[in-house]
């Protein structure tokens, strides 16, 4: 079945402390992207990655690194986590010359 | 930065009624995209439509777009209770067909 995984579904965790949501996609699909999801703000880019080896930030990058070693794979990394990154993040994914993006089913984080 | 906005923030209609929402959004774009998601889900892309099309149907789904107010209308025929959920334009700028911006949503709601 095609799909964008993710884990940990849910994530509650401490200020400071280093975490990873890993996103892997069975589709091989070129590019693939994070998002955070806020209440009254609908969704916002965090990072791109348009092929391996190839990032890019989004609109709200501060305290966020990616890394695109794989195609399948593209983790996000919060090296010092803050309350203000309480929120609910999805991974997607689409392949070359389309545009429709394959969503995850989101990772719900909380920084207390 | 957000490039579409939806209106209305919310909407609540009786099953078999007609649901219409609209996005506006500020700059040129190559393509709108209409998205659902259901409670806290990921993102079901619905439908695509090009910067040069001027409308699109779907099965019950029916976009419009006018380039010229910077606008588009998202119509949902003869609504069933599944239809609830929120529903989110995205945009994508020239020469970037991988850097969507979302809107933060229209919630529906289909009252049995």
């Known amino acids: 079945e095609a799909q964008v995984t993710q884990n940990p579904r849910y994530l509650i965790t401490v200020t400071g402390k280093k975490l990873t949501v890993t996103c892997s996609q069975n589709?091989?699909?070129?590019?693939m992207s994070w998002y955070r999801q806020d209440p009254g703000l609908g969704l916002r880019q965090i990072y791109y990655s348009m092929n391996v080896e190839v990032t890019d930030k989004g609109d709200v990058p501060e305290g966020y690194k990616v890394s695109r070693k794989e195609k399948r794979n593209f983790p996000l990394i919060l090296e010092s986590p803050s309350p203000n990154q309480t929120s609910l993040y999805f991974c997607a994914s689409t392949g070359q010359g389309a545009n429709e993006q394959f969503f995850g089913p989101g990772t719900r984080l909380t920084v207390l | 930065s957000q490039q579409g906005e939806e209106d209305p923030q919310a909407l609540s209609i009786q099953e078999g009624e007609n649901a219409t929402m609209n996005c506006s959004y500020k700059?040129?774009?190559?393509?709108l995209q209409w998205y659902r998601q259901n409670s806290g889900r990921g993102l079901v892309h619905l439908i695509l439509?090009?910067?040069?099309?001027r409308e699109k149907h779907s099965g019950r789904l029916r976009v419009t777009l006018d380039t010229s107010k910077k606008s588009s209308s998202l119509l949902i025929t003869a609504s069933r209770a599944a239809d609830t959920a929120s529903y989110f334009c995205a945009t994508d700028p020239l020469f970037n067909d991988y850097k969507l911006s979302f809107g933060a949503g229209t919630t529906v709601t289909v009252r049995a």
């Open positions: 700059t040129s774009i190559n393509n």
């Open positions: 589709m091989n699909h070129e590019y």
């Open positions: 439509i090009r910067s040069n099309e």
